[in-house]
T-cell receptor
Framework: GAVVSQHPSRVICKSGTSVKIECRSL??????MFWYRQFPKQSLMLMAT?????????EQGVEKDKFLINHASLTLSTLTVTSAHPEDSSFYIC????????????FGPGTRLLVL | AQKVTQAQTEISVVEKEDVTLDCVYE???????LFWYKQPPSGELVFLIR??????QNEISGRYSWNFQKSTSSFNFTITASQVVDSAVYFC?????????FGSGTRLQVQP
């Protein structure tokens, strides 16, 4: 149980286009979903926290107009990278939890984004 | 604020050697959880352990063991008789205000 999927697993796009990444909890309802970004050889950095039906909470330095998060249901959150640029190329990982972050978070397999 | 320090950036060992990955953390919480994750080259995070701060007993799971020392705010991870498949980046993590705060990770290379 407690499986989180992400789609797509890998995407290559041209600079200026928008890319949508989906994060789904397959066998449980997630109270909260988190979006992390990981640049090569670096750690995971939290981008935003989203709760179903409410606006996402963004971390300092993360542009909310560039990284649009929609948490439409208890099993689906989407991250849209708008007008992507090469510096947005990264590994994006979502996670889902039931309850507080103190509980175990279930991580998706990640999405590799390459912006040309 | 929560902080996790993994001072070892990269470790290289030869197969069958034992290796210990260090993790030191800072928190103002009196009760908390600590985590270890493995990230193989594929990128997917693999959950290894969650430890409650109330439980200071060392834990062993096969070749893996964890040493939690609350007095020194450390939660070290030891792999016994390392194997090539253990090659990965290992992250120690601590719940923050909203989500997990990760250490910078330790890249472990196990040579055959």
């Amino acid at each position: 149980g407690a499986v989180v999927s992400q789609h797509p697993s890998r995407v290559i796009c041209k600079s200026g286009t928008s890319v949508k990444i989906e994060c789904r909890s397959l066998d449980f309802q997630a109270t909260t979903m988190f979006w992390y970004r990981q640049f090569p050889k670096q750690s995971l950095m939290l981008m935003a926290t989203s709760n179903e039906g409410s606006k996402a909470t963004y971390e300092q330095g993360v542009e909310k107009d560039k990284f649009l998060i929609n948490h439409a249901s208890l099993t689906l959150s989407t991250l849209t990278v708008t007008s992507a640029h090469p510096e947005d190329s990264s590994f994006y990982i979502c996670s889902a939890s039931v309850g507080l972050a103190q509980e175990t978070q279930y991580f998706g397999p990640g999405t590799r984004l390459l912006v040309l | 604020a929560q902080k996790v320090t993994q001072a070892q950036t990269e470790i290289s060992v030869v197969e069958k050697e034992d290796v210990t990955l260090d993790c030191v953390y800072e928190t103002r919480d009196t009760t908390y959880y600590l985590f270890w994750y493995k990230q193989p080259p594929s990128g997917e995070l693999v959950f290894l352990i969650r430890r409650n701060s109330f439980d200071e007993q060392n834990e062993i799971s096969g070749r893996y063991s964890w040493n939690f020392q609350k007095s020194t705010s450390s939660f070290n991870f030891t792999i016994t008789a390392s194997q090539v498949v253990d090659s990965a980046v290992y992250f120690c993590a601590l719940p923050g205000r909203r989500a997990l705060t990760f250490g910078s990770g330790t890249r472990l290379q196990v040579q055959p």
